[in-house]
């Protein structure tokens, strides 16, 4: 999980590099949307919220939170 949104990013910025502002958006949209989405259900979902830990939140918003 970790490793394809660091190539997503490493990838929006090899076409930012080449000039090619479309594909580096629609490769930022498509590579964070569904990272936000998995991170939503994993909060809401299954309840990670009530469980009252701070750091549990934190690696939620480091999009770590498939880790724990």
């Given at each position: 999980?970790?490793?394809?949104?660091?190539?997503a990013l490493?990838?929006?910025?090899?076409?930012?590099?080449?000039?090619?502002?479309?594909?580096?958006?629609?490769?930022?949209?498509?590579?964070?949307?569904?990272?936000?989405?998995?991170?939503?259900?994993?909060?809401?979902?299954?309840r990670d919220?009530?469980?009252?830990?701070?750091?549990?939140?934190?690696?939620?918003?480091?999009?770590?939170?498939?880790?724990?």
């Amino acid at each position: 999980f970790v490793a394809e949104t660091v190539a997503a990013l490493c990838l929006s910025g090899a076409y930012r590099a080449a000039g090619d502002r479309m594909w580096q958006w629609l490769t930022l949209l498509f590579a964070l949307l569904p990272c936000a989405l998995v991170q939503l259900s994993l909060v809401f979902i299954h309840r990670d919220v009530s469980r009252d830990r701070p750091l549990v939140l934190l690696l939620h918003l480091l999009q770590l939170g498939p880790l724990v």
